[in-house]
Nanobody, 120 residues
Framework: QVQLVESGGGLVQPGGSLRLSCAASGSIFRINAMNWYRQAPGKERELVATITSTCSTNYADSVKGRFIISRDNAKNTVYLQMNSLKPEDTAVYYC??????????????WGQGTQVTVSS
């Protein structure tokens, strides 16, 4: 009932920047937290950043000072601005949305994922 469409992934050189976006659509009454996760080959999925409906944010220690999460509530879209990218940032990045449907039922949905590769 909720669809998350991610975009913005690709290949970038170390030190470069990339901006990911994820747009939510469907019978959404309210979006609470929106999150970005990532999973690299051979590693467990990790939470990268989260942003609440009041725009408070949290970041993983590995990306603090380099990544910025933001959201546009009118567009039901979350962004992840990634700066000073490192090879260890290479992973599939997934967005996640948590909130209420128009039926007031709770939902938690995931995007399809977008590949980010940092390499020279």
């Amino acid at each position: 009932q909720v669809q998350l469409v991610e975009s913005g992934g690709g290949l970038v050189q170390p030190g470069g920047s990339l901006r990911l976006s994820c747009a939510a659509s469907g019978s959404i009454f309210r979006i609470n937290a929106m999150n970005w996760y990532r999973q690299a080959p051979g590693k467990e999925r990790e939470l990268v950043a989260t942003i609440t409906s009041t725009c408070s944010t949290n970041y993983a220690d590995s990306v603090k000072g380099r990544f910025i999460i933001s959201r546009d509530n009118a567009k039901n879209t979350v962004y992840l601005q990634m700066n000073s990218l490192k090879p260890e940032d290479t992973a599939v990045y997934y967005c996640n949305a948590d909130g209420l449907l128009d039926t007031l039922e709770y939902y938690n949905y995931w995007g399809q994922g977008t590949q980010v590769t940092v390499s020279s």
